[in-house]
């Protein structure tokens, strides 16, 4: 075993800054002008090199194209581009069905975030489009603003055509508001935000908005007239809708869902468990596409069974308007929850895969990667999108290698829209359903996490269950406002009530260590070292306070304080390390047990205010108590919180040390009364 031996002079933190020049922190006079004015300067400063690296950085395809190895790279992304493209027709038409709009505006959405997101993303293997999470939340603020009547006659044009442009047109504004709201965020620099959802919330919201998905799509299996429920309660609901419904079931459709669901399911497993063998995925959803369309035609389904079918897809694009701005107030409720939700997917998703493949992304460019795709995507009449798991997987199993692959998926899908889109207008509304339910696969796979949750963190457990059963009871988008709340409090939880251990010595080492859980830690006779591990702020102040209290006897020793007469206190002197005088010079009657503390504050990030002043208090205790307090191991900013709020009046700097074994070596050597003008630590 390797040896350490050190031998040095015992250092309080102002000896440390006068010997090895650290620089202390920042004055109390300084200028909040003065670093404005800095920081102003420092950011308006411009040259050539700096303008192209902003221009890089807000374009990033003229930083990665340049560089683009043509023979190594193409092959891969014009592979996983196209494949992903087959892959977004049906799931487009599928979740346009999810979003209450006609199936053609999917195609939109699958087309033109796919190619902006080429020119302004960073992530290399990230596929934009519809996603079955931000589509529900869209359907459900469609649903409630544009219902669907119950005896909608499907025979008068004109009214089917009205309503669904108002629709179209609800989708549209949420859209457009999504993006200009991650635009403004992109501008504040709000990227950090997504932080605040952490991986259980986001797994318990995505599984249990999965369910919601499912349950959704019931009435499209079974060729059910039902409204779409909004609100608290929606899942429960429809099944009681779908239920009493049962008896109008349309056999035709049920018995084409289970077809579907028979053939989609397996291919599914196959693609997931042989998918390293295999060069590219079998494309289930585009076959059952083309075999279900042509059997509806073959057999016309739609007059003699009465099976929904999707209808007329015009080719082409529409032309470019603005959204119905007017509706803007009444979903923007709605839009900031959903611009929150599709944000953090899609930069989830994007630090997996720059993680797997080695590179980095930015966080605050996909806040303007993905607002201009909705804002632009809007004016072409198209919903909220965003990245997408099932076809990101695909994408990089494919080979893809760079944000190029998005150019091939978009040149699939614009076929589809220019030309071969019309014939699709025999293709059964149920067979979208079905591919819509096989998609969530994932999600609902994410259940098997929960064993190794449990063992890893309890409380990661609760807030994936909390979070689950507010989703799945309430709604989509206040359950997930509960579980960002819970988890938050959970971090508030665990601050207010950190443990304070005592700290005991391993002999003949510098190491300290809770006595609670080393037994062979012991504690130095007449001191007491505390290890407090979180920010002492206004929250648990008190809890810190008392904890203190009763680990030191600040109560007792203050009783026997006041107790005694005026000239029959304690008498204490403050020494400093240069001095021989001890710090533990006491009565020798005293029945004090705990002569000094040494507060280690290694683990303290931050004090606020309310803090410092309740150390302040603390200090003015056991001065009158007899204890001598000493403070060990602060960083900067709690030290310059700590001068600025007036502790230094009551705590000499002499009493504060660089590490606790500099304060302990102090105490102990003191004690034992060493006669040295330099004292020394010798491990």
Known sequence: MSNLALYRGIYTEERFQQ??????????????????????????????????????????????????????????DLVAGLTVGIVHIPQGMAFALL????????????FFPALLYMLFGTGRHISTGTFAVVSLMTGSVVERLVPEPLQSNSTVPGEAALLEGQRIGVAAAMAFLVGLLMIVMFTLHLGFLSTYLSEPVIKAFTSGAALHVVVSQLQSLLGLPLPRPDGCFAIFQTLSSVVEALPLTNIAELLISGLCLVVLVPIKEIN???????????????????????????????????????????AGFPQPQLPALHLLPQVLGD???????AYAISVSLAMIYAEKHHYIIDPNQELLAHGLSNLVSSLFTCFPSSATLATTNILESAGGRTQLSGLFTSAVVLIVLIWIGPLFYYLPKCVLACINVTSLRQMFLQFQDLPELWRISRIDFAVWVVTWL?????????????????SMMTVVCRTQRAECSVLGRAADTEIYKPVKYNSKCFEIPGVKILSYQAPIYYGN?????????????????????????????????????????????????????VQAVILDFSGV????????????QVCVEC??????????????????TLSFCGLMHHLPPQQIFVTVHDAASYLQQTTENVEQKDPTIWV
Request: aromatic share 8%; glycine share 8%; charged share 15%.
């Open 335 to 341: 839009t900031v929850a959903l611009t929150f939700v």
């Open 605 to 616: 990030s931050f004090v606020d205010s309310a803090g410092a002043r309740l150390l302040i």
């Open 99 to 110: 979003t209450s709009v006609a199936p053609v505006y999917g195609l939109y959405t699958s």
């Open 19 to 76: 010997l090895y020049g650290a620089s202390g922190p920042p004055q109390e006079g300084s200028s909040l002008a003065g670093v404005l004015k800095g920081k102003l300067s420092q950011g308006c400063q411009c040259s050539r090199a700096a303008a192209w690296g902003f221009f890089q950085r807000r374009l990033p395809i003229a930083s990665w194209l340049p560089r683009y190895q043509l023979k190594q790279w193409l092959p891969g």
């Open 541 to 593: 102040r008190s809890f810190f306070r008392d904890t203190l209290s009763q680990l030191v006897g600040l109560d007792h020793s203050l009783k026997q304080y006041e107790d005694q007469g005026p000239n029959n206190k304690i008498k204490m002197d403050i020494s400093t390390v240069e001095s021989s005088v001890s710090v533990l010079d006491k009565k020798q009657n005293s029945s004090i047990s």
């Open 272 to 314: 997931n468990r042989y998918r390293s063998r295999m060069w590219v995925p079998i494309p289930g959803e585009i076959i059952m596409v083309l075999l279900a369309t042509a059997i509806c035609f073959a057999s016309s389904l739609n007059t003699h069974y009465k099976v929904q079918i999707v209808g007329h897809l015009p």
């Open 623 to 640: 001065q009158k108590a007899g204890v001598q307090m000493h403070l060990a191991a602060c960083n900067a900013n709690v030290l310059q």
């Open 470 to 486: 507010s989703v799945v009871v309430l709604s989509v988008d206040l359950g997930l406002g509960v579980g960002i709340v819970f």
